[in-house]
């Protein structure tokens, strides 16, 4: 059965690479990207690995919460349900501000705006991509981020707690979230990524292609597809809820969070 995609930061790196895995067996892919000429680029690139699907753009800032409502928009008048939503998009964050805003809530409330599209797929996953894990399974999590280290742990162990959290508000839908490691792949991130000679991401892929279990939600796959273990009084609701909360523009009703 085709799947619709859609896959932020989808105009380079890791999300490129994702994106090409779907048009592969013939899904249909949406990417999200901020640069028009990088996110034609793209989809000529990805497109020459079409089965008999189709790749498409969407541009936007999902940083902005006007525009980050304007992308949900428009893949809601493109696809008539959403199967699978990657969220790559991401920054080493300079700030802790940009950290906030581009790494943590935009992909939040990117899948808030579009959570009744989620809910007409019978088969609704949702995956952030996010970093090694050793760093999130050993990592503090700490609210300091005045040094470019605390900042990229910052990231990992709140992006972690994010997919806890929508994990538990979309489990009654019957749809999964999880954390995926692309492994190293070749991209713009990191003076290391750019040095990589990896451009193939299958892993999101393979698990999207596994039978769908809804246990198998708030959980970390490595690059192979293998769960990670994390430490769940860590990594709880309970506190995902409490450390989130100030973050967040939280637009849905929640007992909760609220």
């Not at 619709?4 to 013939?26: Q, R």
């Not at 028009?36 to 902005?64: H, R, W």
């Not at 008539?80 to 939040?108: C, F, W």
């Not at 990229?152 to 979230?177: N, R």
Request: proline share 2%; charged share 25%; with cysteine.
């Amino acid at each position: 059965m085709t799947r619709n995609v859609l896959i932020t930061g989808g105009t380079s790196g890791v999300g490129k690479a994702i994106a090409k895995s779907f048009v592969e067996v013939g899904d249909n892919v949406i990417i999200v990207g901020r640069n028009k000429a990088k996110a034609i680029s793209a989809c000529k690139e990805i497109g020459e690995d079409l089965a008999s699907g189709q790749v498409d753009y969407v541009l936007g800032d999902l940083s902005d919460s006007r525009e980050n409502e304007a992308v949900a928009q428009a893949v809601e008048r493109r696809f008539s349900q959403l199967d699978i939503l990657v969220h790559s998009a991401g920054v080493m964050p300079k700030t802790k501000s940009e950290n906030i805003k581009i790494n943590l809530r935009s992909h939040y409330l990117l899948t808030i705006n579009l959570e009744q599209l989620l809910k007409k797929s019978k088969d609704a996953r949702i995956y952030l991509i996010t970093g090694a894990p050793t760093a999130v399974r050993l990592g503090m999590i700490t609210e300091n981020q005045s040094t470019e280290l605390l900042r990229g742990l910052w990231l990992l162990t709140h992006k972690t707690l994010l997919v806890t959290l929508l994990a538990d508000e979309f489990k009654s839908s019957g749809i999964t979230v999880n954390a995926v490691f692309p492994g190293e792949v070749k991209s713009d991130l990191m003076e290391w990524t750019r040095n990589a000679s990896n451009t193939r991401v299958s892993v999101v892929k393979k698990l999207a292609d596994r039978p769908k279990n809804i246990n198998d939600t708030a959980k970390f796959f490595d690059n192979l597809g293998n769960e990670i273990d994390l430490n769940h009084h860590k990594y709880s609701v309970e506190r995902a809820k409490r450390v989130l909360q100030p973050y967040l523009d939280i637009k849905k009703t929640s007992n909760t969070l609220h």
